[in-house]
């Protein structure tokens, strides 16, 4: 594959793209990143005094579930990248 000529401001971008992307890939692995991804989850859950808007009690209920669920999925991700020994 012919690479475009060097000033060419598609070519940076998309040496940029490759590379974030390969920053990202590697960032992923690492049981610090789906630690935060887990505390981020975490300090979303719906709190007491939040104003619901139009949501129902149900409604909030299922929302603090559903933030509940992926905030574990993160948790077991970071404690499989711990045993499995993937941190980069």
Known sequence: ????????????YIDNFRRRVLEDALHEATPIY?????EAFAGAQPRLHDYPGR?????????????????????????????????W
């Open 34 to 38: 789906w630690r935060r991804r887990a």
């Open 1 to 12: 594959m012919s690479r475009p000529p060097a000033g060419d401001p598609l070519a940076a």
């Open 55 to 87: 949501a129902t009690a149900a409604d909030v209920e299922q929302q603090r579930l559903r933030l509940a669920e992926v905030e574990l999925a993160c948790r077991r991700r970071a404690h499989f990248a711990l045993l499995s020994g993937e941190e």
